[in-house]
């Protein structure tokens, strides 16, 4: 089949007239078309189809782990498919590479996570864990025990279960009807999860989800023992403990998984992005050991849960590999090294310019709060990450704005693979960034005193 040519205007305007785009400002895009339509990508850059590159701060959606362009992956692709491309997992069905990957991440994972139930990406994991808890506890005969607790500031997807538990108000806004039984607590604060705990009835509380470092809500790192006093609380009450671990996993933090920094071992895990490094979609539930034998021992008929993709061979034969290049090379090495230059290199910016705030961050995931007055934290009236990250794509760096529940936010999670001096280059990229967008906003500041 010929390949028909088509000008850049054109595809412009096809993608106006007919891509109807995920969290995207919809009118912006009427009028602006597509910021960027990419062609190529290789390591750490993308290519736009007019020429630009640029560093893909982000790596992507949190997902490119091992860098852009890795032709090993599309090989392993197009044997898996050319052998075997899809076979369901339904009726007990199997196949080698969806086993083969539950039997590696049973081994990587942390504590006794040992059985996988797959889905198709991270909302979808989500959901898997909100049904497969509360239909463990109806198995357990305790069927008041359906409510879920989440965290303030906390991301886990946009299906409806995944955007229920989503402590980003601006996220449940979207839509007029709720999944019921969801709540929430102060992000920071194990004592807000007991208090919650007590007044809701232990008796009704079916667990409580948390990523290790919230991503999406804008980079945020939990204090020390935080996490051992919330697996103390659900051990004390009896509540399942779940992480997701979507953005987290696979070595972006500078561990496999983030909770290992911690030393706590949840009884599910959700997980999807890293583990093909968005190669292939592919998501999972790991469940512990203890609870999966319940599962097995206490189910009676068919389990009424899964996805037509659960399990699809090629995706779990990409996955394998990308989880192979991950070890062989070092990369949850590299995450924690650079990682540590990426925070230093934030904190060198954070002097040099005026209205950056606090710097934070755990392995190549960072970010920086924008302020009016570093003294007290003010922020601006009208947010300027939005600025900053629209100079960055200028000035060829993708990162990504954080402006939801009062935040004003710059955050960064680049591929694993990125090296020493590339992390310059961002850095470099980010301060000019910064100083263009500072200097007319404290203009417009005194101008307006």
Request: with cysteine; proline share 3%; aromatic share 8%.
């Amino acid at each position: 089949m010929t390949k028909i040519e088509i000008s850049v205007e054109e595809l412009r305007d096809l993608d106006k007239k007919h891509f109807f785009h995920p969290t995207s400002p919809l009118q912006q895009q009427q009028e602006q078309g597509a910021a960027f339509v990419f062609t190529e990508g290789k390591g750490i850059y993308l290519h736009d189809i007019t020429g630009k590159r640029v560093i893909d701060g982000m790596s992507s959606l949190w997902n490119v782990n091992v860098g852009h362009g890795r032709e090993e992956l599309g090989k392993v692709a197009m044997e898996q498919m050319s052998k075997l491309a899809f076979s369901s997992s339904f009726a007990t069905f199997s196949n080698e590479p969806a086993i083969r990957l539950a039997a590696k991440l049973a081994q990587i994972a942390p504590g006794d996570l040992s059985a996988t139930f797959f889905t198709s990406g991270g909302s979808e994991a989500n959901d898997t864990a909100y049904k497969l808890v509360r239909h463990y506890w109806l198995l357990k005969g305790q069927s008041e025990r359906k409510k879920i607790i989440s965290r303030t500031k906390s991301y886990h997807g946009v299906s409806m279960g995944a955007t229920s538990a989503t402590g980003l108000k601006a996220f449940r806004d979207f839509t007029s009807s709720l999944a019921p039984d969801f709540l929430y607590v102060d992000h920071f604060s194990s004592e807000s999860l007991r208090a919650l705990i007590e007044a809701e009835g232990p008796e009704t509380i079916a667990a409580f989800i948390a990523e290790p470092v919230q991503g999406a809500g804008g980079v945020h790192v939990a204090p020390e023992n935080y996490f051992k006093e919330v697996q103390e609380i659900c051990d004390d009450y009896d509540i399942l403990f779940i992480t997701d671990e979507v953005i987290t996993g696979f070595g972006r933090t500078g561990r496999y998984f983030a909770m290992e920094h911690y030393g706590v071992s949840p009884d599910m895990m959700c997980f999807a992005k890293g583990v093909t490094s968005g190669y292939a979609q592919l998501g999972g539930v790991m469940i512990s050991e203890k609870i999966y034998k319940e599962f097995t021992q206490l189910s009676v008929g068919t389990l009424l849960h899964g996805y037509t993709y659960s399990g699809h061979p090629m995706a779990c034969a990409v996955a394998l590999k990308n989880l192979e290049i991950i070890e062989q090379e070092h990369l949850i090495e590299n995450a924690e090294k650079r990682g540590q230059e990426l925070l230093a290199g934030l904190e060198w910016t954070q002097k040099e310019r005026k209205i950056i705030g606090k710097v934070k961050g755990l392995g190549l995931m960072c970010g920086i709060e924008i302020v009016k007055d570093k003294q007290t934290g003010e922020g601006f009236e009208t947010p300027l990450s939005p600025s900053i990250v629209t100079e960055a794509a200028k000035q060829g760096l993708i990162c990504r704005s954080v402006v939801l529940d009062g935040q004003d936010i710059v955050v960064f999670s680049p591929p694993l693979s990125i090296t020493k001096e590339e992390i310059a280059n961002l850095i470099h990229i980010l301060n000019e960034s910064i100083r263009v967008v500072e200097t007319s906003a404290l203009q417009n500041h005194l101008s307006n005193i």
